[in-house]
């Protein structure tokens, strides 16, 4: 039974960048406690000999040939873009 | 007390494909900002990746090259972390099943001897785009052209006790990718990166100490610095009593100091997972020995051979098949004028030495293996001496041209050997006995004759001035 506190809630948003209203953090502790008690549940069953499965399909990866298909479409790529300059997206200032 | 350096470096190796890892967009460096970003570069809503079978051809020729496990299955997962020029909020990268795994190298240290350091991994991975900071009045300007490009992420053991030891592997494994061609390692424009993990240990201690990450070091000789003023660094809070905190610093090159680059301590989570996008990127061993056989000589069989079979010494070898163009260069004039020694001699000599004070490479010597070639068979076959050969070079490498015209327009191939032109005037005096006898006899005005035999024998080469006075000396005697 892992049960998940209001700091791991937080942390977790953090981490999501979503911001969350205080009084929803009770509930959200509680769904996902639920969910990792189902994967608890899951832990609980021997897979030593099961392979590990990377996709539901049962396929390959295609592999693409090394070519250049794509042309320049700045102009339409970047017309939703809230702020452009000089061709570059503009964001907020980031610097570690 | 007395502290062991340990070190582990991570090589980010950008691939030389013509398109991006998962789309099909350009990767060639340079381009006006974004016009190289697509769809699926930019973390469009509704896009899918599409897996370039490049990357993996490249990458398992580096695992080959370092002997590594290659492993037939490989899977790509979703590192998620949020940073404005990595649009879709996570990074595909390869974390549980990287494509290359343990292998190694050996390094090539400064007194001669040779280190074995282990690579841990190599796993394929999509580089991030580029944030500029500057002049967009307190905002960032986010460039996506690099966004989606191949990158190679080698990471090594902590294997390295010292810092001219992480440059001789940042150095070792630079030579392989360029030899191979699965990289350009042009550092200035960030196609070899490195980040360098360091501690200190009590000298016999088998724990590691606390590391901290020395980020996006992009020159071998700021690496080494870097990773100096940071074991500094660390010794000095270790000697007073001091803790080492775990984070990830920048070298400041100008300072030439470290300074810790978050702000504020967090510890990463980047909560990876399979990328449900990507399929499983399967290889089979018969595709594996497919690529095997497309492998080129690697530096150390190179230089193996140098010494084996030109006679070259260990250092000049090394020296010569660090870097492959170079190599090929060397055995270009080398094969021409059957001479390990005299083409050895030239390139580490006068050509490295003109490289190195005009910041070039070999392959933008305006001096190729083939003019090189030219001159080096005018020092064979007498034309000109060693000495003349310098100028003559000199000349080629300013005014470009090749040996031949240069020889000549300069008028530098004349005979100045006093003992050839001694032998070309003797044939002439045996030759011609009775103008001797005439000479001798009192017909002064016959040296203009000796003269003019002497130089046509020598094909104009000898010099007339020489010429004229060895006649005199000898017509006398």
Known sequence: ?96 | MQWEVVIGLEIHVQLATKSKIFSGASTAYGAEPNTQACAVDMGLPGVLPVFNGEALRKSVMFGLAIDAQINERSVFDRKNYFYPDSPKAYQISQLYYPVVGKGSIDIDLEDGSTKCIGVTRAHMEEDAGKSLHEDFHGQTGIDLNRAGTPLLEIVSEPDMRSAKEAVAYMRKIHSIVRYLGVSDGNMQEGSFRCDANVSLRPKGQEEFGTRTELKNINSFRFVEKAINVEIERQMDILESGGTITQETRLYDADRNETRSMRSKEEANDYRYFPDPDLLPIVISQEEIEQIRSTLPELPDAKCKRFVTQLGLSEKDARALTSDREMADYFEQVQQSIDDAKMAANWLLGEVSARLNKNALEIKDSPVNAEALTGLLRRIKDNTISGKIAKDVFEAMWEEGGDAHSIIESKGLKQITDTSAIEAIIDEVIAANPSQVEEFKSGKDKLIGFFVGQVMKASKGKANPGQVNQILQKKLKS
């Open chain 1, 1 to 96: 039974m892992s049960t998940l506190d209001k700091s791991d809630v937080e942390k977790i948003a953090f981490l999501a960048r979503l911001g969350i209203d205080e009084q929803d953090i009770p509930e959200y502790a509680a769904n996902l406690s639920n969910i990792l008690d189902m994967v608890e549940q899951l832990n609980s069953v021997d897979t030593d000999n099961v392979k590990p499965m990377a996709h539901p399909l049962d396929g390959v990866q295609r592999l693409r040939p090394d070519e250049v298909t794509e042309t320049n479409d700045r102009e339409n790529l970047m017309a939703h873009a809230p702020e452009t300059e000089a061709g570059l997206f503009l964001v907020p200032r980031v610097v570690e």
